[in-house]
């Protein structure tokens, strides 16, 4: 286990590297951003050449003269943790981040939390007691929850509960402090619309999953022996279903972080990650970019590897050659 | 102050900046994020705003184009323009340890700064501090490499007395946009360190800098919060230098300033429908709907951007469209009032030429108002194409026969600038023959690899929307860089190529030193005739931004191009 795990760790700096390696080239053979090409405009009308004027953009980005230079700096200060000075905020990286990270955890955390145990919860028990009224009535909403795009059910959620009724806020506000009402009657709507939308894909999920094991032999055996229901579901469907189950919650909640929530962000104006990133990519802060596309590759890598080794734990079928 | 979570982070109850129920504190929406705070480098309207605030300009113009001191209280100038004497007030200060602003801190940022050696603090705009001349005359100093720059001389006369002397004259400098609305200094004691190493970096980096630190009472509010892709919160300024004006004794009637980020336009227009915030744009296409809402006044102001459509005249565009007659015809075939009426919703004023019909130097009796005439541009049209190019069935073709299809590139993040291409082409298509393949583009793509890049490196474009260039009624001499024919446009304001048969570069440059208001006035009326007729563009329209307000927000000044310029003054009634 130790090897592997080793093994594995020593594959992430390598996968990591790759990525980032990509995302810089991408970024930098992309053409000038519109911001870029906006300012570049701007200097040209009032008498600069457009060849000076492009220079002037790039010696006010300080990124470096060549792509190695370029390369080189970005690299480096990755490795040294100075993760630069964000072009597109005016101000460096690490505050970006520090600052937008909180924001968005504060609504996808709960959402995320709602959604797991709503939604294995529910598909749990859809999956026991198949093809009842019960069943029925959460597929319906797991479809619905599933077919209703995010941004037009924020919308709408703003013009009902902002505009018609005048009791939650139309847009998000930094205001607040964290633990006060005001934040958390600001929160609702995107938990709200996050929420659904992940309890109706875990919820499908689990139901299928558990699915394959309310009939199982293994099942009848337990129930023969006279286990009680509650214990059969737990012990006997949900625990295996739980690891395929894991694979779907670790992508799922990076995707939630970085696709649903940037619509969600930009609807209810969050400053959290999902936002800065993709304004990053937009708008080419290539120190932004950079520092934005390594955590969730982090994350995405270190999450697999948690869960391989949560496998072993859960299905004792699983090892990885030097189970004792 | 707070930047970033810090204070979000800080307790467990609201700040003191509450919200929309608070009469006297204004939410305005932006659309997009401040992306700098340094004043030497903003170009954008964003970060200017929020500048703007808490720092004032020098001078501005109100909407009957007269002076409006700020930070400068007065000017005085020669006979022969060459020389600008300003007073600044003597009641600025910044905030510790840097103690009164003098005039001293104004000739060092424009001096050391802007004017710096091989713009070593890579400062935006520093072009407006210089002009052309033939030589550079003693006692001025080059600008650039080539011996036809010469930087504008700044000193300082007094402890709140500065002078500017230009190499030629100029009567136009105080409505050129040099000092109007110049907010470019900081302390001189702030800089120094970064101005002797030479550090533009650092300078861009400072945190007084980016965080506006430094504007003790020179604005009506004081920062107090920037938070990332969130706001700006400033609290009202008691100090504020402007008190001690006539005038200006309560100044600001708003006791605090949010700066509100929302990129998304529904949300922007939910929150102002629901009491949220305090102002927002409004798209056109919804202008009457707030405009009939209870709580909501929506106001349009003119702007000075003329938006039109871009004829390719180099070497690698259609080249019939080098000829006069033929951008005639092409401007005949468009109905213009049609496209303000149904694209603009009405939100706009037809353009003749590089001049809105307010502006002092149009003159009626010089612009040629191009009338919609489908079969007069058609035979115009046909009477000009010369060459190779004739009609055969009612089409334009080629010396092969073969049909003429022009490319017609515009920006795609704009749906009027979508269907006014979609409508000029079935213009083009029914009335002139002509087919024109619609190639929507993102704007830097746009700009960079067809606008500014020469013929065979650039991709295939004959005609490009969604541009809008700014007119400069106040100085028109400053759109000279529009016209100004060189062996390389595509390098310069003038990428379209035009050739410029009738000087109107030379015109410009000669108006701009004209001391005569009169004959410049009537240089100017005449150049902005010639281009009416000529028609290097289609001169489209000029827009109007579609302001949205809460009913309570009492303006203090009439619609203009100067709109805001008094906001300091504007009342917030309670609201009903």
Redesign the interface.
Known sequence: MKRYIAKRLAWTVVATWITVTITFLLIDFS?????????????????????EAKE?YQ??L?YGDTVWERYANFMIGLVTLDWG?S?????PVI??I???W??SFQYVFPATVLSVVLGFGIGLYSATHQHTREDYAATLVAFTGISLPNFWFA?ML??LF??QF?VL????????????L?NVKQLLLPIVVLGTSAIATEMRYARAESLEYVQAEFVKTARAKGLSEGEVTLRHIFRPAMVPLITILVGDVLGLLFAGGYVLE????I?GLG??SY?AIIQQDTPLVLATVLIPVLIAILGNLIQDVCYTVLDPRIDFGDRE | MAIGSTAFLSGCTDSPATGGSNQKHWIGAQGSEAPNYNVFRITDTTSGNRVSRVLDPAYGFDENDDFVPRLVRDYETNDDFTEWTFTLTEYGEWSDPYGSMTAEDWVYSITEIIQGEDNWAAVSMADNWRMGVDEVPEGFETAGSDGTQAWFNVEQTGDYEIVVRTPEPFPGFLKAPVLWGFQAVVPKELAEPYVKERNGDGLNKDEEIQGLSYTGNLGAFTVDELETESRMYAPRNDDYYLRNYEGYEDAPNIEEWTYQVMREESTRLSAIQAGDITNTGIPARRADEFEAMNGVQVIPTPTVYCTSLMYNMRADGWNPLETAEVRQALTMAVDRAAIVENIIYGYADVAHTLQPAYSEFYDDSQVVEWEYDPDGARDRLERSLSGQYTYVDGRVVDGDGEVVTLNYVFSDSSESTKLTARYIQKEFENNLGLTVKLDPTPWNTMLDEYFYSPPGDARQWDLMGGIGRNSYPRAPEATESYWRATDEPWNTANAYGYDDPHGIADRLAESARTTDLDERRAALAEVFGILSEEQPWNFLYFGKDVNGYRSYVDPTEEPSISWGYDIVRWQLETEQ
């Open positions: 053409p000038i951003s519109a911001g870029g090409a906006t300012f570049v405009d701007q200097q040209v009308q009032s008498g600069m050449s457009v060849n002037l010696h006010q300080g000075w072009t597109l905020y005016n101000q505050d970006v520090t600052s937008s909180i924001y919308i703003i013009l902002s505009v005048d806020p139309s847009f998000y506000t930094t205001k607040h402090a964290l633990l006060s005001g930009v609807i209810f104006q400053p936002l800065v304004q």
